[in-house]
């Protein structure tokens, strides 16, 4: 039989094809513990997992909501805070 | 450089990085693929689904990229492993399954993949004198269990299922050595034993982890 380790590097390759990080994440994750003697193994996971951290911190960055208060002193407008 | 920028490019060289690293190992995805489809037929075929369609499939994608050795040699040998086991299975009465066996005794005849390595390992402590009494034993009490009429004008097969049963509740090995010798002989008259082989061998596992536990 293929083993788990053969099976989920083909798996997550094929998730990279379709790019598809997150269930690429999972499948490396899954089998990281067979990882000792495969270090470009280790590299593609710590890679997958770096770029889902960015995209990640972009989303939030680029969602951050804005919150302005207008404020009023004797009917006037004034700077937004 | 705002911190989104600095993500952005981030975000792109990886994405480089790994699309190339798919690139690079599209050949190795190939010999993958094929492994593992045949895998899941294999898979398939121990739990005694016919699997003859999906494996005439397999052959007709992937006769040239094995004949022609464009596969490495670890798939190759997976691949030699994988057939083994799914032409265990397959049902020498039937003119598709005969045809499909016929197939993969003629790779591995042409040597295009290699035969299951077959390890037989003997433990070190000094043989047992009376080994060959042993065995004899075994035989005579299993001659005199068919002789006690117990199983008269039964089929085999329902004989195998009740020496399974006292295989899986006796202490004595006799019923492991008869279930084994019982199913060999099954296959040898064309009957599908995978089923059999199976339990077999999840109550050698039982006691396997009985012995190891104690």
Redesign the interface.
């Known amino acids: 039989m293929l083993n788990d380790s053969d099976k989920a590097y083909y798996r997550a390759l094929q998730a990279l094809g379709e790019k598809d990080y997150r269930a690429a994440a999972g499948f490396l994750k899954s089998v990281e513990n067979q990882f000792a003697d495969k270090p470009e193994l280790r590299i593609l996971k710590e890679s997958v997992e770096l770029l889902l951290t960015v995209k990640d911190e972009m989303y939030e960055l680029e969602n951050e909501t804005i919150e302005i208060e207008e404020i009023l002193i004797n009917g006037q407008e004034t700077e937004f805070l | 450089m705002s911190?989104?920028k600095t993500?952005?490019k981030?975000?792109s060289t990886?994405?480089s990085?790994?699309?190339r690293?798919?690139e690079a190992?599209q050949g190795?995805?190939n010999s993958?693929?094929s492994?593992?489809t045949l895998?899941e037929i294999?898979?398939d075929s121990l739990k005694g689904r016919i699997v003859n369609n999906r494996l005439g499939d397999w052959f007709a994608n992937n006769r040239n990229t094995v004949e022609k050795k464009q596969l490495d040699m670890s798939s190759i040998e997976?691949i030699g492993?994988?057939l083994s086991?799914i032409r265990s299975g397959l049902d020498p009465a039937d003119p598709i399954s005969r045809k499909l066996s016929d197939q993969i005794d003629k790779w591995r005849e042409e040597g295009i993949i290699p035969r299951r390595k077959l390890i037989l390992k003997m433990s070190k402590k000094a043989p047992d004198e009376d080994f060959l009494g042993k065995f004899m034993d075994f035989m005579g009490r299993e001659k005199e269990l068919f002789d006690s009429g117990e199983f008269e004008g039964r089929h085999l097969l329902s004989i195998l299922d009740d020496v399974l049963k006292s295989a899986e509740a006796k202490e004595d090995t006799m019923f492991l050595h008869l279930a084994g010798s019982m199913i060999y002989f099954l296959k040898m008259n064309g009957y599908k034993v995978t089923p059999f082989a199976k339990r077999l061998k999840e109550i050698e596992n039982i006691r396997l982890r009985g012995r190891n536990a104690k």
Do not use: H, Q, Y
């Open positions: 911190r989104l993500l952005r981030l975000e990886l994405e990085f790994l699309t690293v798919v190992e190795r995805m993958l693929s492994v593992d895998d294999a898979r997976s492993n994988l086991d």
